[in-house]
């Protein structure tokens, strides 16, 4: 199975606030930035398509397919209580020093840990790879999520996951063999 991730575009969500998996909604003109991200991949043949059914992802999906299948796996982490909140407010809180020193294993309030994340990816993958053995699948999804694949398809340490820088917009590619490109 072939797999090519794109992460959304940059959205209307104030720099520094916390937004998780709240629908934030995507800037004027995004239309147009999601037609050059579908440029990049004209020569691409997606079997499927899976997105987060957040709309900063919904909308750049149904770009490539308007027959998306929308799956809640591929959602960002879950912060709880810090949903859009500032950071620089998030870190004063007492609760904030805990999660910040293991959020492997650390959930924020009423949110999730990024163990839990790389388990709902896991699980995502096993799903796709029993069904789409031998296609190629995108899947549009966010930040966590990408790091997440890129963890468990390359066999890396959680820790490892940020060492993987993820922009707005861009795509990544692999295979189950293990090679990996950027774009």
Same mark, same amino acid.
């Given at each position: ?13 104030? #720099?520094?606030?916390? *937004? ?55 959602? #960002? ?25 293991? *959020? ?32 190629? @699948? ?27 820088? @993820?922009? *707005?917009?861009?795509?990544?590619? *692999?295979?189950?063999?293990?090679? +990996?490109? +950027?774009?």
């Amino acid at each position: 199975m072939n797999i090519t991730l794109i992460r959304h575009i940059k959205t209307t969500a104030p #720099e520094g606030i916390c *937004y998780g998996q709240t629908d934030v909604e995507l800037p004027a003109g995004y239309k147009s930035v999601h037609q050059s991200i579908v440029s990049q991949l004209n020569h691409e043949r997606f079997d499927v398509v899976y997105s987060s059914p957040l709309q900063r992802c919904a909308l750049l999906a149904e770009s490539f397919n308007q027959n998306v299948i929308f799956d809640e796996r591929l959602k #960002e982490l879950n912060f709880g209580s810090w949903e859009m909140q500032m950071w620089s407010a998030i870190e004063k809180r007492p609760e904030a020093a805990d999660f910040f020193n293991d *959020y492997l294993n650390i959930a924020p309030p009423n949110g999730e840990s990024y163990n839990e994340l790389l388990f709902r990816i896991d699980n995502f993958l096993d799903d796709i790879a029993k069904r789409h053995p031998n296609q190629n @699948v995108l899947v549009v999804t966010h930040g966590g999520p990408i790091r997440a694949f890129h963890v468990l398809i390359n066999d890396l340490k959680p820790e490892e996951a940020f060492n993987l820088k @993820v922009d *707005y917009g861009q795509i990544f590619r *692999y295979s189950l063999t293990n090679q +990996t490109d +950027t774009i």
